[in-house]
């Protein structure tokens, strides 16, 4: 909408925005999470600036960047609907283990025990990408859902698929934690909330198209096997796009000369000047080591960041900061609320459908995912577009500075929505409404998911981007872990309190949690400023460490 109006600042440009214009008018400008980003003239800056690299992933081809995001979106795809796939084959996984083949496992843990991986999954991949890059990782991930997929296509008994469907969620876990960071690292800060949404949207929406043909690749008896052999093609699709498509995204910005001063972008991509290379952070970089081939590099499986090792370390340290940091734990807990609200109609909708006074056969139940595809798909204009606009009309009422409380306005309708998708759901589930209002309020919850998930990844790392690794460790990891205890307490809280009073429980949680978001919204940037003065020097855990 206004791409006339994007440009990338010339250092020129910025040494002069920067000397003509007045500290008191740009203060907001110095602390991490707040950057100025729209220009006298209303322009919107396209930050970071690029550097000339090849190594660079602003600085890559149009077409070059897309491959990447292709392959980003793929994979993302195939590892959700694999992972939720036993979800809708439960039925013809009963039929084949007993309690005798499971035991001592409840055959629930099928559907619940990839997301406690996920979650173990942001603990190790976002911070071993902080040591062997970002391709490295999420080649690992793309091989290990692979080998888990035909594992459990060809698996002789339960616990086989048990450790088989573990070891997909783990290789999940790449994609909803270290993936964003590849995403942050593709797009300028304008570009991040239509990108964010998109990826989060799109990949819901075919997710849930895919979830309603389900059925179709299984029968009432042992076919689920059927369902893992299909998808093995497009596990390994997804390895061969990851290694051909995607380069090493991780890149640190040098600082470079100009004018007779020193330009460096910091850990909180914004940009410092320097009067000599001394009071530079790390001095002066070395020039790129030199290859016979762009695609040689491109296609190194394995390396080392600038950082390496001691990156990785650093990074659990700051995990349990940003654990404590209230501004990260309340989105981390909102987020495990909704996702246990996705479980309690997720775990009860087809017992809900295929009950009196419904009888619905599976084939019907299964279409409850086209209402959530549809739900997600909306929420890409809702969340990325409608942010996109709000953030900047906000910065341009404010200087031209973009503050990160300015993408608070995200959470107002994912909390709404989620409010009021749970409470209409245990209502109609309790008092027998028409089956529509279960598809309603199902596709209201995918739609609350999807768009405070972006809302939820701006957040975090736009308010403390020196800290944008293990902030999104807590927000994955912790959310994840958390919803798989919870999912432990669906049916004997349903059973005790009754569907309906449930549900309602659930809602008011998300509303009360939710509500922080008024006093956040007045006093959150004195808070997040007060953190980054007290607690704001390690940035081994930032997206460009200096």
Not at 111 to 128: N, R
Not at 212 to 236: D, E, G, Q
Not at 255 to 276: C, H, M, P, W
Request: hydrophobic residues 50%; charged residues 10%.
């Amino acid at each position: 909408m206004f791409e006339e109006k994007l440009t990338s600042p010339t250092p020129s440009e910025y040494i002069s925005s920067t000397s003509t214009s007045t500290r008191s008018k740009y203060v907001s400008r110095d602390f991490s999470g707040s950057v100025f980003i729209i220009s006298s003239d209303g322009r919107m800056l396209k930050l970071p600036i690029p550097t000339s690299s090849s190594r660079d992933p602003l600085n890559w081809s149009k077409m070059k960047r897309a491959r990447a995001f292709f392959a980003i979106f793929f994979f993302s795809i195939t590892g959700l609907v694999v992972v939720q796939g036993p979800s809708l084959m439960f039925a013809p996984l009963l039929e084949e283990f007993s309690d005798e083949d499971t035991r001592p496992f409840n055959p629930t843990l099928l559907l619940s025990a990839p997301t406690l991986f996920m979650g173990i999954g942001a603990f190790l991949w976002i911070p071993l990408s902080l040591a062997i890059g970002r391709r490295p990782v999420f080649l690992i991930g793309t091989m290990i859902m692979l080998l888990a997929t035909l594992w459990a296509g060809i698996a002789g008994n339960f616990y086989q698929l048990l450790i088989a469907v573990c070891l997909q969620g783990l290789a999940e876990g790449v994609n909803t934690s270290m993936g964003l960071l590849m995403v942050i690292d593709l797009t300028f800060i304008h570009q991040r909330p239509q990108i964010i949404a998109m990826l989060w949207s799109l990949v819901g929406f075919i997710g849930g198209c895919i979830y309603s043909f389900v059925p179709h690749m299984t029968n009432a008896s042992t076919r689920w096997r059927s369902f893992y052999l299909l998808w093995i093609f497009p596990s390994a699709i997804a390895v061969a796009l990851a290694f051909f498509l995607v380069p090493e995204t991780y890149f640190i910005r040098p600082a470079v000369a100009f004018n007779g001063r020193i330009l460096a972008q910091s850990a909180t991509e914004k940009v410092q000047i320097y009067q000599d290379w001394e009071e530079v952070p790390g001095g002066k970089s070395l020039p790129d080591i030199p290859h016979s081939s762009p695609w040689v590099r491109d296609l190194q499986f394995w390396g080392t960041t600038r950082g390496g090792w001691k990156a990785m370390w650093a990074c659990y340290p700051q995990i349990l900061g940003c654990f404590v940091n209230p501004l990260i734990f309340w989105v981390a807990l909102l987020n495990a609320i909704v996702f246990g609200s996705m479980l309690s109609i997720g775990e009860t909708y087809n017992f809900v459908l295929t009950s009196p006074p419904y009888f619905l056969d599976i084939h019907y139940t299964a279409l409850v995912n086209m209402a959530g595809a549809i739900g997600s798909l909306i929420a890409w204009p809702v969340s990325g577009k409608m942010i996109a606009w709000v953030s900047r009309r906000l910065a341009m009422s404010n200087a031209g500075v973009r503050d990160a409380e300015h993408y608070l306005p995200a959470f107002i309708l994912p909390i709404i929505a989620g409010t009021t998708s749970v409470i209409i759901y245990g209502l109609a589930a309790q008092h027998k409404w028409h089956f529509m209002f279960i598809y309603v309020s199902y596709g209201l919850n995918i739609f609350t998911f999807s768009s405070l998930a972006t809302a939820n990844t701006l957040w975090v790392t736009e308010a403390f981007p020196r800290w944008a690794a293990p902030a999104l460790v807590v927000l994955s990891g912790v959310s994840y872990t958390a919803s798989f205890g919870i999912s432990f307490s669906i049916q004997p809280w349903v059973a005790s309190q009754g569907i309906a009073n449930a549900n309602i429980e659930i809602g008011s949680m998300i509303a009360v949690v939710g509500l922080v978001l008024i006093p956040i919204a007045f006093w959150g940037k004195k808070l997040r400023q007060h953190i980054h003065e007290r607690w704001g020097t390690s940035e081994m855990g930032a997206l460009r460490p200096q």
